[in-house]
């Protein structure tokens, strides 16, 4: 009973899109109270069909997500299990930008071969974020260095999980790597 509320409070805090200063400090607050239990495993990561990490990268922005990010990875947090619309986390970063919080996915294990319905994987999910910021003119932000180099490490990921690398092929990973 204690897990699926503390797990029912905070999937409606994740779900929540952080508007103001105030509503931010008090999400901290409720989720710093549940800190152990998180660090402990003793929440439904995957609560109603909704992978909380996949929530809070889609509703909160960068700059908040940090820490929250670090305590659902710590206490064990699936970074492939999609939620009820089909996206990953992995998927979810990519398709809002999130460079940095995409490349802390890839180094805990998030698989970049996973699909959308549609087909689109999470190259092309970085790459059309990229394509939409330039169609509107919005400005370069540093997240999108962080960004580039998460489509990289995925177009690395691509080249090897082909079969019979080519000669060409293989100094295309490796200059990729570099």
Not at 88 to 96: D, K
Not at 133 to 146: I, K, M, P, T
Not at 153 to 172: D, F, K, M, N, Y
Request: aromatic content about 6%; hydrophobic content about 40%.
């Amino acid at each position: 009973i204690e897990v699926k509320e503390r797990s029912k409070e905070l999937f409606s805090i994740f779900k929540r899109r952080i508007r103001t200063q105030h509503f931010h400090i008090d999400a901290i607050n409720r989720i710093n109270r549940h800190e152990e239990a998180i660090l402990n495993g003793e929440v439904a990561f995957d609560y109603l069909g909704d992978n909380m990490l996949g929530l809070l990268l889609n509703n909160w922005s960068s700059g908040a997500i940090e820490r929250p990010m670090s305590l659902l990875l710590a206490g064990g947090a699936c970074v492939n299990t999609p939620s009820n619309d089909g996206y990953t986390p992995l998927l979810t970063a990519c398709s809002r930008g999130l460079g940095e919080e995409a490349n802390l996915l890839l180094e805990h294990g998030a698989s970049p071969r996973q699909h959308l319905p549609n087909g689109d994987d999470a190259l092309i999910s970085a790459l059309k974020f990229f394509q939409a910021c330039s169609e509107v003119n919005a400005r370069s932000r540093q997240e999108d260095l962080h960004l580039g180099w998460t489509c990289c490490i995925l177009r690395a990921a691509h080249i090897r999980s082909a079969t019979g690398l080519l000669p060409l092929e293989e100094a295309q990973l490796k200059l990729s790597q570099a």
